[in-house]
Nanobody, 120 residues
Framework: QVQLVESGGGLVQAGGSLRLSCAASGSIVTINTMYWYRQTPGKQRELVASIFSGGSTNYPDSVKGRFTISRDNAKNTVYLQMNSLKPEDTAVYYC??????????????WGQGTQVTVSS
């Protein structure tokens, strides 16, 4: 079993910044790709950032230039730095990691979600 715990969400004014963290623990051998998603009521979950084991990153146009994903492999942690926040960024943000466990297979694990609210 692997558990992902998120933190860092909150209320911020438009134009402000937040930094989200997601730390994994449990039966971890190594972690491959780490992701951040977001979801609002009535809308499908949206991928907002990816970081691969070698450090390469991907972002959709909606957040490119404003969000930065990073990782600390020693801490099994992924971060999302969010700058120049807009009201449309308001959502529950979820982390996901592709984890090699002691069972010997890669599996996806999700965090519990953290609320980000951007006021206009």
């Amino acid at each position: 079993q692997v558990q992902l715990v998120e933190s860092g969400g909150g209320l911020v004014q438009a134009g402000g910044s937040l930094r989200l963290s997601c730390a994994a623990s449990g039966s971890i051998v190594t972690i491959n790709t780490m992701y951040w998603y977001r979801q609002t009521p009535g809308k499908q979950r949206e991928l907002v950032a990816s970081i691969f084991s070698g450090g390469s990153t991907n972002y959709p146009d909606s957040v490119k230039g404003r969000f930065t994903i990073s990782r600390d492999n020693a801490k099994n942690t992924v971060y999302l730095q969010m700058n120049s926040l807009k009201p449309e960024d308001t959502a529950v943000y979820y982390c996901k990691m592709v984890v090699l466990t002691f069972v010997g297979a890669f599996k996806d694990y999700w965090g519990q979600g953290t609320q980000v609210t951007v006021s206009s």
